[in-house]
């Protein structure tokens, strides 16, 4: 394992509080977040302990095959969601899950204080790397960063965002994180959404988003190149 705390050049603003997890393989990245991710956004599993045999059995009936590491390119989540695993609910955990905890800081210090940060996962040899990446980081800066999140928000709530909402529900997204996902989505990659928005649904609306994110991050997400956007995480290479 190689842990480097990413390096800070180009820019005087603070980086977001974000762990970057690399992983060889796509295979190797769904088998460590699989549990985390459904715990959290999952229409089905959020906020329940199931087995990874229950997600596959439910998964397998949804959508014809157990296809879960070819249909997700990348992964996201706070560290509260680590908490319930760290704490034995979902044990026995798997190997790569341990590994995850291992890497990862307690969210909870002491009694009252909390520690706030993200955990993102990427496959760096992965088709969609950069865009992949992006999307990535993004859902961790809205996370740590509350006035970046509130400008998001408003600035969705200004536009008519239900048809981008109603894909994102066909997509297996949960309504909680509609707001978080749409950013993403029509920020970095408003292409894989085009089945179900239009351009003219989202080239607007992807302006406002690039501008608002250059206001809290002091660069655009979008003119970054994958080496540097790494660097403004905790990068961990499993």
């Known amino acids: 394992?190689?842990?480097?705390?990413?390096?800070?050049?180009?820019?005087?603003m603070t980086k977001p509080n974000i762990f970057l997890i690399e992983s060889k393989t796509r295979q190797v990245l769904a088998e460590t977040f699989l549990r985390f991710q459904e715990y959290f956004e999952s229409p089905e599993f959020k906020g329940r302990v199931f087995?990874?045999?229950?997600?596959?059995?439910?998964y397998v009936s949804k959508y014809g095959a157990w296809t879960y590491s070819?249909?997700?390119?990348?992964?996201n989540i706070p560290a509260k969601v680590l908490e319930p695993f760290r704490s034995g609910r979902f044990d026995p955990l798997t190997p790569a899950e341990q590994k995850l905890l291992e890497i990862c800081p307690p969210a909870q210090i002491g009694n009252n204080a909390s520690r706030d940060?993200?955990?993102i996962g990427v496959t760096s040899g992965a088709e969609y790397f950069k865009e992949?990446?992006?999307?990535?980081?993004?859902?961790?800066?809205?996370?740590?960063?509350?006035?970046?999140?509130?400008?998001?928000?408003?600035?969705?709530?200004?536009?008519?965002i239900k048809t981008i909402n109603n894909a994102l529900s066909k997509m297996g997204y949960h309504n909680d994180v509609h707001s978080d996902e749409a950013n993403a989505y029509v920020l970095v990659e408003p292409e894989t959404i085009s089945e179900y928005v239009t351009k003219r649904d989202t080239q607007k609306l992807r302006t406002r988003l690039d501008s608002i994110f250059r206001k809290h991050f002091g660069f655009s997400?979008?003119?970054?190149?994958?080496?540097?956007?790494?660097?403004?995480?905790?990068?961990?290479?499993?």
Request: a negative charge; one cysteine or more; glycine letters at 6%.
């Open 132 to 160: 992949t990446l992006r999307h990535e980081f993004v859902h961790g800066a809205f996370h740590v960063n509350g006035d970046y999140r509130k400008d998001v928000i408003k600035c969705l709530d200004s536009h008519k």
């Open 117 to 119: 940060f993200y955990v």
């Open 70 to 75: 070819k249909d997700w390119y990348g992964f």
């Open 51 to 58: 087995t990874v045999d229950e997600f596959a059995q439910w």
């Open 1 to 12: 394992m190689i842990f480097t705390l990413g390096c800070f050049k180009m820019w005087s």
């Open 221 to 238: 997400v979008l003119e970054t190149n994958s080496m540097e956007l790494m660097r403004q995480a905790e990068h961990v290479q499993i």
